[in-house]
């Protein structure tokens, strides 16, 4: 079902399926692509190792809210996040590791393109924090980064 913001006027648009989509940014908003962009979209991980091997593999993101796609998954510390988000003008793939601490502190940010509509493709990791720095542990395995160095991430339709 198309994702479909509200009017002006405050009334959700035709074909929006019930749900109000948010101006995911000034860059464009995702939910005006034609065709619209499905409520399941794909993330394929490989060379995923460790703390981030929970995620290798095909994944089935479904859509959370505006511009936002998340898929969860339990892991002994709590809950392991997958999202994709339309922010600031630039589509992001971040997940969270099997983590011990402090989710924050076992993470991966990979971004992709930066068009509204631009979310299919590979994305590049552009950030990885398996440890917080200062001795608090992060994701369960604190080389889970070093040996994802390779890993590839590619966002798709089907």
């Not at 290798?56 to 505006?66: D, F, L, R, S, T």
């Not at 601490?101 to 299919?120: F, N």
């Amino acid at each position: 079902m198309p994702h479909l913001k509200k009017g002006g006027d405050g009334h959700l648009l035709k074909n929006s399926g019930g749900h109000l989509v948010v101006d995911c940014g000034s860059a464009g908003v995702c939910n005006e692509c034609s065709p619209a962009i499905p409520d399941t979209l794909y993330v394929t991980f490989s060379g995923q190792a460790r703390s981030f091997a929970i995620w290798e593999g095909k994944n089935e993101v479904p859509w959370h809210y505006g511009c936002v796609w998340r898929l969860t998954q339990e892991v002994d510390a709590g809950t392991a996040y997958l999202v994709i988000i339309y922010r600031a003008g630039q589509w992001q793939v971040e997940c969270t590791g099997d983590w011990q601490w402090d989710y924050y502190y076992c993470k991966q940010t990979w971004l992709g393109d930066s068009a509204a509509c631009g979310h299919e493709g590979a994305y590049t990791l552009d950030l990885c924090r398996d440890d917080s720095g200062d001795g608090r542990a992060g994701c369960v395995d604190d080389e889970s980064c070093e040996d994802s160095a390779g890993a590839t991430c590619v966002v798709s339709e089907t």
